[in-house]
């Protein structure tokens, strides 16, 4: 079975950086399209980057374009995101998540196309 595991979140200052990392076991990590998603308290889950399967494409929202930077190493089934210049703004649960796909240069905006989920791992920014 796959699984999808978060790590990295923490309580950090205004205009510090973390590093979130994302494992896959139990599939190919090649196989899939990965996302970062993120739900802050009282809203709804929102889009925050993607990437294709081998990673040469990918896409950030507007607003962490520039700040953000989602990457990923097949090799070690990780996927990344980077946070630079984080605002309390930022404060959230990160998941990632993950859709089986046969082609490069694919990825997904919506929730409904992931089907695989992690945990989630708060990131908390203080002002």
């Known amino acids: 079975q796959a699984t999808l595991v978060e790590t990295g979140g923490g309580l950090v200052q205004t205009g510090d950086s973390l590093r979130l990392s994302c494992v896959l076991s139990g599939r190919s990590a090649g196989s899939y399209a990965m996302a970062w998603f993120r739900q802050a308290p009282g809203k709804d889950r929102e889009f925050v980057a993607a990437?294709?399967?081998?990673?040469?494409?990918?896409f950030h929202e507007d607003y962490v374009k520039g700040r953000f930077t989602i990457s990923r190493d097949n090799a070690r089934n990780t996927l990344s995101l980077q946070m630079d210049s984080l605002t309390p703004e930022d404060t959230a649960v990160y998941f990632c998540?993950?859709?089986?796909?046969?082609?490069?240069?694919?990825?997904?905006?919506?929730?409904?196309?992931?089907?695989?989920w992690g945990q989630g791992t708060q990131v908390t920014v203080s002002s």
């Open positions: 998540a993950a859709a089986e796909t046969r082609w490069d240069s694919i990825y997904y905006y919506l929730e409904s196309e992931y089907g695989l």
């Open positions: 990437i294709d399967r081998s990673g040469a494409y990918s």
